[in-house]
């Protein structure tokens, strides 16, 4: 069940071009789905939606709504459709019969009629107070409310706008969006033509984008992004952007709000980076310091047995005992006072004492010859 085009073509009568405004389309919206018809000017969208309630018929193909034909009197009531310039489509005398037209042309009347009459206004947040006013002496965007309530008193299964914001400033833009949304939650099928898609892709839970006549996309708006298909809304473009600079942050972003999660993501990442680089410097100091330390371990270490070696060293005199130390030092003592006596004598006494030791050296040499 819902809205399905099979094949479809069309062409306008007296098209010079002879090309036709719809090439051999097809897709379906499915029953209770919000859908956005996406494209530029020329491009067939307008065309395409007045086939779903039979205002045109096909040249080629077929479109049927809940299995029937698009063009019956049911689908009508099923399918109710807001033009771009929705002031247009008003011409009663008060509000009150603009509102009541559509379900009185059904067999609606008495008591029903009137709770209709009354559910829609509010719905559209009209005040009742306005039922008796001409619908010409409203705003307008009042007229495009009224228009829409007479629309919704049918009750329809199916709601298809065609520039539904266009005109509207960015306030009455937030309003009919979030009235569309409420609608919806409802259980009625939408279905929006627009070029903007920043406002209505975050409400879209399909979207279908045309070129000259063709559908060129049809799926979810998160993947339209990531298959690269354009135009590409705002705040979709700043993340890609920003991820080209070496963020990475979620690029099917359709809300101010969504955007700001990530952009908040980003500002947190950089602590934990700036943490990371701190961290890595105190262990390279740690590093650094127990490095420091263990030479200065080395060091002492180096000290201690030097320490220790000089007491061995005085522990092995002081083991001698006193005789071998006395001995020791009595011979440099005796060795002390011999130099000393031959540097007093100066070098004639140190040539003649060298002399008389020369001849007692040979004395003593040939007493041991003889013997």
Do not use: C, W
């Not at 963020?247 to 934990?272: G, S, V």
Request: net charge negative; hydrophobic share 35%; aromatic share 4%.
């Amino acid at each position: 069940m819902g809205i399905r085009v099979e094949n479809l073509s069309y062409s306008y009568s007296g098209n010079r071009k002879g090309k036709p405004v719809l090439g051999n389309i097809s897709l379906e919206i499915a029953r209770g789905e919000f859908a956005v018809i996406s494209g530029a000017a020329g491009a067939g969208k307008s065309t395409l939606i007045k086939h779903f309630n039979g205002i045109l018929r096909p040249e080629s193909g077929r479109v049927t709504v809940d299995g029937l034909d698009a063009h019956t009197r049911e689908v009508r009531r099923k399918v109710g459709m807001l033009f771009q310039h929705s002031q247009n489509q008003l011409f009663e005398e008060t509000v009150y019969k603009e509102v009541a037209f559509g379900p009185s042309n059904f067999g609606i009347r008495g008591e029903e009629l009137e709770k209709r009459v009354h559910e829609t206004l509010s719905l559209v947040h009209l005040d009742v107070g306005i039922l008796k006013r001409s619908p010409f002496s409203l705003s307008g965007g009042e007229k495009r409310r009224v228009a829409l309530a007479g629309i919704l008193a049918l009750r329809p299964n199916y709601l298809v706008l065609d520039e539904p914001t266009a005109g509207l400033d960015p306030e009455g833009r937030a309003k009919l969006l979030g009235r569309l949304q409420n609608i919806h939650g409802k259980g009625v099928g939408i279905v929006v033509v627009s070029h903007n898609l920043e406002e209505v892709l975050p409400f879209a839970q399909k979207l279908i984008s045309m070129e000259e006549g063709k559908v060129v996309f049809t799926g979810s708006p998160e993947e339209y992004l990531r298959a690269g298909h354009s135009p590409v809304p705002p705040l979709a473009r700043l993340m890609k952007e920003l991820n080209k600079k070496g963020a990475d942050l979620r690029e099917d972003i359709f809300t101010a709000e969504e955007a700001l999660k990530e952009l908040q993501k980003l500002r947190q990442e950089e602590p934990e980076k700036e943490k990371g680089i701190s961290g890595k410097g105190t262990a390279e100091t740690e590093v650094a310091e127990k490095g420091a330390t263990e030479t200065e371990i080395a060091e002492k270490g180096a000290t201690e047995t030097g320490i220790a070696e000089k007491g061995a060293a005085e522990t092995e005199i002081a083991e001698k005992g006193p005789t071998e130390k006395g001995a020791t030092e009595t011979e440099i003592a005796e060795k002390g006072a011999a130099e000393t006596e031959i540097a007093e004598k100066g070098p004639t006494e140190k040539g003649a004492t060298e002399t008389e030791i020369a001849e007692k050296g040979a004395a003593e040499k040939e007493t041991q010859d003889n013997a």
